[in-house]
T-cell receptor, first 113, second 116 residues
Framework: QKEVEQDPGPLSVPEGAIVSLNCTYSNSAFQYFMWYRQYSRKGPELLMYTYSSGNKEDGRFTAQVDKSSKYISLFIRDSQPSDSATYLCAMGGGGGSNYKLTFGKGTLLTVNP | NAGVMQNPRHLVRRRGQEARLRCSPMKGHSHVYWYRQLPEEGLKFMVYLQKENIIDESGMPKERFSAEFPKEGPSILRIQQVVRGDSAAYFC??????????????FGPGTRLLVL
């Protein structure tokens, strides 16, 4: 079983839709959780990070963590064509190191105008 | 404030040649991390460096790969005698510190290595 599982998609939605992206993980030692956005041929850009169960909101983005289920989600409201990218979940703090991030494979999202 | 800089952005090498990838961290950042993204795979941690020190190289292949972060100048990831399986995107990230709490790493644009 991989440490982090993420459905690679692709996911295609119309503009204005609510998008839900998810990851599951197996390592209960993970302490903090991040979502990165990666445009084609670019580096990952940090969108959200949190280190507790519950919700964290930033504009149109909401990150949700459920440590008991080992499940994290990213919701995008009022999705825009500019949101079209690959979304990567990442986790850290497992295995005694705070710096080593473990990434999912990424979900490719396309928002159609 | 310039972000993390990597060069070259694209690098083509023939099998057996050496590849040198450079990373300049964000201003004020003294911690550098290298990750590799193979086709159809997620980013994998390779190595963590501070100035003049390798802190954790547990993700580095045991042979042909080395990394350094000298007192002056950029961090270098060096791959000797490249093989086709080394073709990937190599990303550098930097952070200002390591703490017991949340750690944020800012990524560069990556170097895409193609081995012919």
């Amino acid at each position: 079983q991989k440490e982090v599982e993420q459905d690679p998609g692709p996911l295609s939605v119309p503009e204005g839709a609510i998008v839900s992206l998810n990851c599951t993980y197996s390592n209960s030692a993970f302490q903090y959780f991040m979502w990165y956005r990666q445009y084609s041929r670019k580096g990952p850009e940090l969108l959200m990070y949190t280190y507790s169960s519950g919700n964290k909101e930033d504009g149109r983005f909401t990150a949700q963590v459920d440590k008991s289920s080992k499940y994290i989600s990213l919701f995008i409201r009022d999705s825009q064509p500019s949101d079209s990218a690959t979304y990567l979940c990442a986790m850290g703090g497992g295995g005694g190191s705070n710096y080593k991030l473990t990434f999912g494979k990424g979900t490719l999202l396309t928002v159609n105008p | 404030n310039a972000g993390v800089m990597q060069n070259p952005r694209h690098l083509v090498r023939r099998r057996g040649q050496e590849a040198r990838l450079r990373c300049s961290p964000m201003k004020g950042h003294s911690h550098v991390y290298w990750y590799r993204q193979l086709p159809e795979e997620g980013l994998k941690f390779m190595v963590y460096l501070q100035k003049e020190n390798i802190i954790d190289e547990s993700g580095m292949p045991k042979e042909r790969f080395s990394a350094e972060f000298p007192k002056e100048g950029p961090s270098i990831l060096r791959i000797q005698q490249v093989v086709r399986g080394d073709s990937a995107a190599y990303f550098c990230a930097s952070s200002p510190r390591t703490s017991g709490g949340a750690e944020t790493q800012y990524f560069g644009p990556g170097t895409r290595l193609l081995v012919l």
